[in-house]
């Protein structure tokens, strides 16, 4: 019987015979009792009825690892998960760029500046990034109601020196919908369902390999404590505050991506 279910799909047997050997080894370890199990399914059943909960729940704590696993090892910049809130085909926007946005955007300008290289050094020029973000409320377009298509989500290039520079808002820490079974574990559990505030990147060029990651700021609330557990130390920058020249303050940072050749 095992070879034939083996045969029938050697990858799916191999990986799920593990995942329920761990998840007996549990159960045996903690002498989980009927009740408690009865518990789980119920919310299990709970988060079945509940739109988009159950990828919620796996992506909150599953999907940084399966990242890794698939683009973890380039000597380039690390990657970071695309997260669920990505739309492909932001508008591309001409220099000097600045993220679509509404006329009374709330929130402290920050200029976002940076480079990317190929990991031998060379400048990549025309890399194209796509970049989206939260607000200054916390809400990300086209998830939340009343927000322009398109607000804090747009494409642009590096120069020929493979340098980039756009000016956006300081996003703040950003909570995950916690209305539903996965919040009701989190408060269960005493955590929060809170990310840290963070830009999302995906950079392309055509000699390198396409790189996802997200930046964090080192002085963030919950810089150690991710509900996504995705924070890599190498992706954390750091917030300045300037005065432009106008009189005006603004934030600013700044980072170098590498790429791996593709
Ligand atoms: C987000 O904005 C995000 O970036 C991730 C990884 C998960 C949930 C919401
Ligand atoms: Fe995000």
Not at 31 to 38: D, L
Not at 146 to 164: I, Q, V
Not at 184 to 205: N, V
Not at 212 to 234: C, E, H, M, N, R
Request: proline share 8%.
């Amino acid at each position: 019987m095992t070879e034939l279910r083996e045969l029938a799909n050697p990858r799916l047997n191999a990986i799920f015979n593990d995942v329920e050997a761990a998840l007996l080894e549990i159960i045996s370890r903690h002498r989980v009792t009927w009740e408690e199990y009865r518990t789980a399914t119920t919310w299990l059943a709970e988060a079945g009825t509940q739109p988009f909960e159950i990828p919620l729940l796996l992506d909150v704590f599953l999907s940084p690892t399966v990242d890794d696993a698939n683009h973890g090892s380039t000597d380039g910049t690390e990657c970071n998960v695309e997260g669920p809130v990505y739309i492909p085909g932001a508008p591309v926007l001409q220099a000097p760029y600045v993220l679509p946005m509404r006329p009374t955007e709330p929130g402290e300008k920050l200029v976002v500046s940076g480079t990317v290289r190929s990991t031998d050094g060379t400048p990549l020029a025309g890399a194209t990034l796509d970049v989206w973000q939260s607000n200054a409320v916390g809400e990300y377009s086209q998830f939340q109601p009343n927000l322009p298509e398109w607000n804090l989500r747009g494409r642009l290039s590096t120069d020929a020196d493979g340098a980039f520079s756009y000016t956006s808002v300081v996003p703040v820490p950003y909570g995950i919908p916690d209305g539903g079974a996965t919040g009701r574990l989190m408060a269960a559990l005493g955590r929060h369902c809170m990310r840290p505030s963070h830009l999302h990147f995906k950079i392309t060029h055509p000699d390198a390999t396409a790189l996802t990651t997200q930046l964090y700021f080192a002085d963030d609330p919950y810089i150690d404590s991710d509900v996504v557990g995705a924070v890599k130390a190498s992706l954390v920058t750091k917030l300045d505050r300037r005065v432009g020249d106008d009189g005006q303050p603004y934030a600013a940072c700044s980072y170098d991506f590498v790429l791996a050749a593709a």
